[in-house]
Structures are given as structure tokens and as C-alpha cells.
């Protein structure tokens, strides 16, 4: 079974930095592109990148939006997804979720991580 | 970046009808859309791939229709259990956008 699972979120104060983690299991994680996804209560979810898999060289991909502040990373010895986030602003405030890139789009997401971007 | 316009936002029905919840992209996707369900406190779940392909172990009472930049989705019967927020993802071109979502209520 695919399972995803973020971890790291919580209260963080604005220009702060915070991790977020994803443990993945049940699928060969180097096969695979890994994307990070946001979304804020009440809103449309917000694509914020990836990372290629083994076959691509394990490079990434961000939003504009984003770009320059969160970086994607993975450790593919331990199946994990991180997401770097600096320079937070309030409107970072969001729940962010993993998910995994198939031939069907993402057809995997973690139950996500709460990050609150407050002073 | 593609708009996604998601209808209705809000929708209220009885157990046993037929629900459809469409979603209009701003251009051509041709048949990259997906849609999901996510209930309150879990990850959200693909339901229907490329259109009108079925997710693996997902009920058929789900079904996709659509190509080009309008897309339905279809419950041919409202169960209990499909109270959720139901959202589409366009995976056509970079960066994949999304619907807003409709929340689906039992009347």
C-alpha cells in the first residue's frame, strides 16, 4: 500500500524558516517524481513543485510563486521528501501535503502538515 | 497558468441522486483532468484519471466525462459515505492548477 506521511508543520513567526518532512512507503520512491501541494483553508490547493525522479536526474521544478524561498529535496536512502521553506509570510499559512507524480497525474497524497505563519 | 473554474461550490443532495459537479478550464487540457475527494482530516483520494479513466479500486457509481476544457463529474448514486469536498487538477500543462472545489452535503 502507498503511503505518504508529512511531518514538521506548526506555528512559525513571520521571516522564519521551517522542514517540512514526507515519509514514503509501499512503492520504489527513486521511480517516481514527488510533488508538493498547498493549500490554504477555504481555497483552491496551490501546486509548489518538484523533484524528478532517478531516471531525470533528481532535479526540480517550483512555482514562480514560491520560487527562490522553498526548496524541494529528497533522500532517496531513506524514502524521504523534504520541503525548505524561508522567508515565511502570513500568507504561507496553509496546509501542505506530498503527493506523488504517475502517468495518472498525482495519484498519492499524504494527509498533510498544518503550517501557521503568525507573530 | 491555466484557470480551473469549478460548479457548483456548494451542493446539497439526497442519498440516491444523481450528482454532477463540473469543472471549465481557461484552454485546452485535452483529457489531463483529474478529479478528488478529500474528507474532513484525510489525504485526498484520485477518484477519476485522465477524464474518464477509473481509479483502481474506486466505486463505479464514479464516473469522468469530458475533453478539451469542460469536464463532469458524475455520482449515479448519492451514498452516505460520499460527503466530501470534491476538487479537479489539470494536469495538461506546467504548473498543474486546480478547481476550487465543491463541497457535497447530504440533504
Known amino acids: 500500500e502507498v503511503k505518504l506521511l508529512e511531518s514538521g508543520g506548526g506555528l512559525v513567526q513571520p521571516g522564519g524558516s521551517m522542514r517540512l518532512s514526507c515519509a514514503a512507503s509501499?512503492?520504489?520512491?527513486?521511480?517516481?517524481?514527488m510533488n508538493w501541494i498547498r493549500q490554504p483553508a477555504g481555497k483552491a490547493p496551490e501546486w509548489l513543485g518538484f523533484?524528478?525522479?532517478?531516471?531525470?536526474?533528481?532535479?526540480?521544478e517550483y512555482n514562480p510563486s514560491v520560487k527562490g524561498r522553498f526548496t524541494i529535496s529528497r533522500d532517496n536512502t531513506q524514502n524521504m521528501l523534504y520541503l525548505q521553506m524561508n522567508t515565511l509570510r502570513a500568507e504561507d499559512t496553509a496546509t501542505y501535503y506530498c503527493?506523488?507524480?504517475?502517468?495518472?497525474?498525482?495519484?498519492?497524497w499524504g494527509q498533510g502538515a498544518s503550517v501557521t505563519v503568525s507573530s | 497558468d491555466i484557470q480551473m473554474t469549478q460548479s457548483p461550490s456548494f451542493l446539497s443532495a439526497s442519498v440516491g441522486d444523481r450528482v454532477t459537479i463540473n469543472c471549465k478550464a481557461s484552454?485546452?487540457?485535452?483529457?489531463?483532468l483529474n478529479w478528488y475527494q478529500q474528507k474532513l482530516g484525510e489525504a485526498p483520494k484520485l477518484l477519476i484519471y485522465?477524464?474518464?479513466s477509473l481509479q483502481t479500486g474506486i466505486p463505479s457509481r464514479f464516473s469522468g466525462s469530458g475533453s478539451g476544457t469542460d469536464f463532469t463529474l458524475t455520482i449515479s448514486s448519492l451514498q452516505p459515505e460520499d460527503v466530501a469536498t470534491y476538487f479537479c487538477?489539470?494536469?495538461?500543462?506546467?504548473?498543474?492548477?486546480f478547481g476550487a472545489g465543491t463541497k457535497l452535503e447530504l440533504k
Open positions: 503527493a506523488r507524480w504517475s502517468k495518472r497525474g498525482m495519484d498519492a
Open positions: 485522465n477524464a474518464n
Open positions: 487538477l489539470q494536469h495538461n500543462s506546467w504548473p498543474p492548477t
Open positions: 523533484i524528478r525522479n532517478k531516471a531525470n536526474g533528481y532535479t526540480t
Open positions: 509501499g512503492f520504489t520512491f527513486t521511480d517516481f517524481y
Open positions: 484552454q485546452n487540457i485535452n483529457r489531463y
